[in-house]
């Protein structure tokens, strides 16, 4: 059984999602282990309730960005993580973390990817008049938002959206979508062939 990290910053809503996927028996692994570099994130909260082994790490304790990924990365390796969820988690990841994990850090992104990548993703579909978005599973690379597809699931825009309205319906999508791509990994369902990642039937 695949072990899971989520890591997060956050209310938690998507990993609430995946706690929930994996008691139906919807994800073939267990979230073994939940770290946040925001100590009053309710993703903590979340994962404390479900007797989840729930860390913070304040960055500031370190002296830059790879130090903290390298606690980070120490804390993952102790627990044997097999898969990395980022689910709201406010960071980039330094080449060396990525290094570390290739091909097994997932993250989930409010667009349709590669359109609107980065920060505000309801923001940019609603300001450029888009009449479709949705939500993106990819691997997470060197890049900003520029990983390997696993899935996608369009939302479409309603003329009377606002950025909340949208926010709402493109979360229920992807507290179906991400549960989904962990699972298929968990399975050893997902090939990666340059940028294309393949689903094994």
Known sequence: MKRIAVLASGRGTNLEAILEAVERGDIAGEVALVISDQETAQALQRAERRGVKAL??????YGGREQYDQAIVDQLKEARIDLVALAGFMRLLTPF????FPQ???NIHPSLLPAFPGLDGVEQALAYGVKV????VHFVDQGLDTGPVILQEAVPVIQQDTVETLHQRIHASE???YPTAIDLFCN???KVEGRRCMIIE
């Not at 978005?133 to 993106?136: H, L, R, W």
Request: charged share 20%; glycine share 4%.
């Open 56 to 61: 913070y790490l304040n960055p500031k304790d």
């Open 97 to 100: 973390f990525v290094n570390a």
């Open 104 to 106: 097994q850090i997932m």
């Open 133 to 136: 978005t949705g939500c993106t």
């Open 175 to 177: 507290h179906r979508l």
């Open 188 to 190: 050893d369902k997902l």
